[in-house]
């Protein structure tokens, strides 16, 4: 079960615009894309989580 087109933006979005606020990892791009990678492998884990415990 693959997560969709909407949840990837979505997740990459919020996570790359929380770290762009975090100063421990460089750059204002930088940190952008370290979250948005997050949000993206979050976004890509969560329905695996999901089917794992049955939520």
């Known amino acids: 079960m693959l997560a969709d087109p909407v949840g990837l933006v979505f997740y990459g979005l919020v ?4 770290a762009a606020f975090a100063p421990s990892f460089g750059t204002r791009p930088r940190r952008a894309l370290i979250g948005a990678i997050v949000g993206i492998v979050a976004a890509i884990l969560l329905p695996i989580v999901r089917s794992a415990t049955g939520l």
């Open 15 to 18: 996570c790359g615009t929380l």
